[in-house]
T-cell receptor, first 116, second 114 residues
Framework: NAGVTQTPKFQVLKTGQSMTLQCAQD?????MYWYRQDPGMGLRLIYY???????DKGEVPNGYNVSRLNKREFSLRLESAAPSQTSVYFC???????????????FGSGTRLTVV | AQTVTQSQPEMSVQEAETVTLSCTYD???????LFWYKQPPSRQMILVIR??????QNATENRFSVNFQKAAKSFSLKISDSQLGDAAMYFC???????????FGGGTRLMVKP
């Protein structure tokens, strides 16, 4: 099925460990995003990539790095995980030749990350 | 920076009845887009409805409709003939004209009583 695929779905890390969350989309979207969702809150933007080869900080970028590997893939890296990074992480994509990025975002199913 | 506020943390509705979820936002832009997303327990974010700020006509999608009041910066969602499957978290979201910044409200949990 077409959409946004995130891996892994669940992960437990120890404080100080590193990991990379993977995201891929097959809708030929130009823009990709990483959000985090904390309990009882809406999603907050960590980083985005408006097009292949570009990345920009969002609202809460500290402690994260991203890589737009190609048009399809956008990864999020935690270099030294902290308990404050316990959250659900969502990848999203938007915008192709038919519809601009403001038409609406398509989200992956999320990664539940726990840092102990 | 744009902000989105949902003042109702929880709402409940009887099956087959109508419910309205509230949303207000703050922006200095004149062109933008507004969305309602549904998040069921599966965690998946599902786009419910979209509204372009330059359109005066309120968007509708089957049982879902919005009341968009641009001057008041208000964007409420009306769900008619509520169904058990409508139970979920609902998020209001604002998108700038460039489309590179989708900002969410804190969400409203909707419960549907049989």
């Amino acid at each position: 099925n077409a959409g946004v695929t995130q891996t892994p779905k669940f992960q437990v890390l120890k404080t100080g460990q590193s990991m990379t969350l993977q995201c891929a989309q097959d809708m030929n979207h130009n823009s990709m995003y990483w959000y985090r969702q904390d309990p009882g809150m809406g999603l907050r933007l960590i980083y985005y990539s408006a097009s292949e080869g570009t990345t920009d900080k969002g609202e809460v970028p500290n402690g994260y790095n991203v890589s737009r590997l190609n048009k399809r893939e956008f990864s999020l890296r935690l270099e030294s995980a902290a308990p404050s990074q316990t959250s659900v992480y969502f990848c999203a994509s938007s915008g192709n030749q038919d519809r601009g990025p403001n038409y609406g975002y398509t989200f992956g199913s999320g990664t539940r990350l726990t840092v102990v | 920076a744009q902000t989105v506020t949902q003042s109702q943390p929880e709402m409940s509705v009887q099956e087959a009845e109508t419910v309205t979820l509230s949303c207000t936002y703050d922006t200095s832009e004149s062109d933008y887009y507004l969305f309602w997303y549904k998040q069921p327990p599966s965690r998946q974010m599902i786009l419910v409805i979209r509204q372009e700020a330059y359109k005066q006509q309120n968007a509708t999608e089957n049982r879902f409709s919005v009341n968009f009041q641009k001057a008041a910066k208000s964007f409420s969602l009306k769900i008619s003939d509520s169904q058990l499957g409508d139970a979920a978290m609902y998020f209001c979201a604002y998108c700038n004209n460039a489309g590179n910044m989708l900002t969410f409200g804190g969400g409203t949990r909707l419960m549907v009583k049989p």
